[in-house]
């Protein structure tokens, strides 16, 4: 098994442009996240889906889309990339019977 | 990935030494807790959970310690190791879906 994979690995966007970042797992997971990590502030919740066909908001999820046509893919877009966006973004994900998330390595994003 | 920043507590250990990793958590509902352990350029990774109904749970070298009534989580490794120098995030949930994470502490292992 793979577990939980992520492209690309670095990404340098101007302000405006818009891109997704890939995530996929292996494991058969029905939940799927995805995250945002800044200094200080620790992990923060973009969107997640408990399943292929239904996605929900998590804590912070101004600027950011996703969808989920499959168990095993839950792209993130960016629409109109900001400076504000520029983060370390995480996907991950768990059984939903169980709490133990997998995480994927992550994408270093800096918008310019 | 990454490692977070620049401004995390550290916490200083000799080789050989008990680490003890402390964690406040603000929401008195949340009933589960993990502990995830993050080396810098990867992801986050599991290392302990404890429900809300325990107080105490053990694994290899690991032990977590639940404090509902003044709300703190600690994480103690045995014998720590330098491969033990990581970022350690303590995470809590009250429902399935969400998981909110804390903002770390860096362990420095010396020799």
């Known amino acids: 098994n793979a577990g939980v994979t992520q492209t690309p690995k670095f990404q340098v966007l101007k302000t405006g442009q818009s891109m997704t970042l890939q995530c996929a797992q292996d494991m058969n997971h029905e939940y799927m996240s995805w995250y945002r990590q800044d200094p200080g502030m620790g992990l923060r919740l973009i969107h997640y889906?408990?399943?292929?066909?239904?996605?929900d908001q998590g804590e912070v999820p101004n600027g950011y889309n996703v969808s989920r046509s499959t168990t095993e893919d839950f792209p993130l877009r960016l629409l109109s990339a900001a400076p504000s966006q520029t983060s370390v973004y995480f996907c991950?994900?768990?059984?939903?019977?169980?709490?133990?998330?997998?995480f994927g390595p992550g994408t270093r994003l800096t918008v310019t | 990935g990454e490692s977070v920043g620049l401004h995390l507590p550290t916490l200083s250990v000799q080789e050989g030494d008990n680490s003890i990793i402390n964690c406040a958590y603000s929401n008195s509902a949340s009933d589960y807790f993990i502990w995830y352990k993050q080396e810098s350029g990867k992801g986050p990774q599991f290392i302990i959970d404890i429900r809300s109904n325990m107080d105490k749970r053990q694994g290899q070298r690991v032990t977590v310690l639940l404090n509902k009534t003044v709300k703190h989580l600690s994480l103690q490794i045995a014998a720590t190791q330098p491969g033990d120098s990581a970022v350690y995030f303590c995470?809590?949930?009250?429902?399935?879906?969400?998981?909110?994470f804390g903002t770390g502490t860096r362990l420095q292992v010396t020799l």
């Open positions: 991950a994900s768990r059984r939903t019977v169980a709490y133990e998330q997998y």
């Open positions: 995470a809590e949930t009250g429902t399935a879906s969400k998981l909110t």
């Open positions: 889906s408990v399943g292929a066909g239904i996605t």
